[in-house]
């Protein structure tokens, strides 16, 4: 989890962002107050049109382990940050996961980085972590990272949960005595206690990830880098996260985060990039990163689900088209609270032995309810007349007016066949849940539950 190499004389790289002084700033009057200083600041994260090719066809490139990191950063060290020669993209077989990609980061920023699925968000984490090499470009950092990419990466399997705490410690320059004092802070915060002598690889995904945020959060970084891991843990250790990366963030160290949630990342980030297709489409505040990002999704969802890329998945089997309607005798395609509902999914080819898991999220990203078609109930039927298409009906449907976000997953032999970021939009309008109004903007919440009161007389 944790990646460090030391600032001093590789990384301090000048950069072309920084603000110059101008011939035309005002001077001071008599009247107006001293301007104060220019800050001094110097980037602690720059990025200089980085781009990252990834060949077709070839096996993913392996994940590094703290050794390789460590011995690949001691290769840079010596041989110092080199401009990588841009490589001409051969466009028969590969693409550009990242294409050109140029910013720079303060030090105390939390800056919070979004896209769609596939857009190059992981990808980018991982070359300023250095796990992976950008094709092109170059980047300069001022300070010890610490990150939290995907299950899976940094932590040695065969060592244990102490001995990966220290040698984690050790590789970001942290003495023994000072991994000590951290030592308890770490454990604590991670629940872990009674596994510390069990090697990682025998820890579930929210132990792993706990301790690998208790972890990189604890041991004093520079700058923090998380990938939205968080979705793993539960809901009260995914609180207790953002109240650290807050507070790390007050301290004045560097965060850098990406997550699908909106609310997390306008509540956290005082910046936001928006990538799209491996390019940075907009740098500015969060609020203005989330509300282009929201835009985006509702230009997503009007175009044809047939003709998307922005899709993952093997794709022999894909999603063509999406219809939600109100299934009862007045049958159309406006969406109440309280009425039923049938979702139909129609893909290119028959659907037999296919299952399909969909979610609605609300406008910032909090998932609010989930369907998945492999979980099974006495009410599923199999039928035969349904060729291309997968059909989901409630009978009443629960969720309050408003505006909810649908992914779509489509599996087949548990394998992911096509994933849908965004695939449809649902419009629900005020309705009536046994006779009693729903309305919108008047009640708070996602759900409307069928309920009676008892009332004194
Ligand atoms: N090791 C790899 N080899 C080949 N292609 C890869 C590799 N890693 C990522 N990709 C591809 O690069 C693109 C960007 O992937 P990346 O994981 O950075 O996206 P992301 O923005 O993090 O998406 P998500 O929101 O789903 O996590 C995707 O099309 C992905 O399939
Ligand atoms: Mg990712």
Known sequence: MIQSWWAVPTLQIPTPHSPLPTPHSPLPTSHSPLPTPPKMTHPIITAE???????????????????????????????????????????????????????SVNQGDRLGIIGHNGAGKS?????????????????????????????????????????????????????????????????????????????????????????????????????????????????????????????????????????????????????????KKGQVVLDDSAQKAVSTYLSNLETAVSQDLAERQDRRGIGNIRLQKIEAYTADEYQSSTLATGRPVRFIFSLNRPTAGVSCIFTLYDQYGNAVVNFNSSIHSQADQIKDNLHNQIVCECDTLTLMPGRYRMNVAIFKAKELEDYLEAAAMIDVKDGEIQGRPVLSGIQPGHLAIPHRWLMPA
């Not at 490139?61 to 041989?79: G, I, K, N, V």
């Not at 010890?144 to 970001?172: D, K, Q, W």
């Not at 208790?214 to 998380?226: D, K, N, Q, S, T």
Request: glycine fraction near 10%.
């Open 123 to 275: 990808t980018l984490l991982k070359i300023l972590s250095r796990i992976t090499e950008p094709t092109t470009g170059r980047i300069g950092l001022r300070g010890r990272v610490a990150s939290l990419l995907e299950v899976g990466t940094g932590f040695h399997p065969e060592l244990s949960g102490r001995e990966n705490i220290f040698l984690n410690g050790a590789i970001l320059g942290m003495g023994k005595v000072e991994i000590h004092r951290k030592f308890d802070e770490i454990v604590a915060f991670a629940e872990v206690e009674k596994f510390l002598d069990t090697p990682v690889k025998r820890y579930s995904s929210g132990m792993y990830v706990r301790l690998a945020f208790a972890v990189a959060a604890h041991l004093e970084p520079e700058i923090l880098i998380v990938d939205e891991v968080l979705a793993v843990g539960d809901t009260a250790f995914q609180k207790k996260c953002l109240g650290k990366m807050e507070a790390v963030g007050k301290e004045g160290r560097t965060v850098l985060f990406v997550s699908h949630n909106m609310g997390v990342i306008q509540a956290l980030c005082n910046r936001g990039i928006v990538l």
């Open 49 to 103: 049109s980085l781009g990252k090719y990834y060949k077709l066809g070839r096996s993913p490139e392996r994940y590094q382990s703290l050794r390789d990191t460590l011995a690949s950063q001691l290769r840079h060290m010596r041989r110092g940050l080199t401009r990588r020669r841009r490589v001409a993209p051969s466009l028969e077989d590969g693409f550009w996961a990242l294409n050109d990609v140029s910013f």
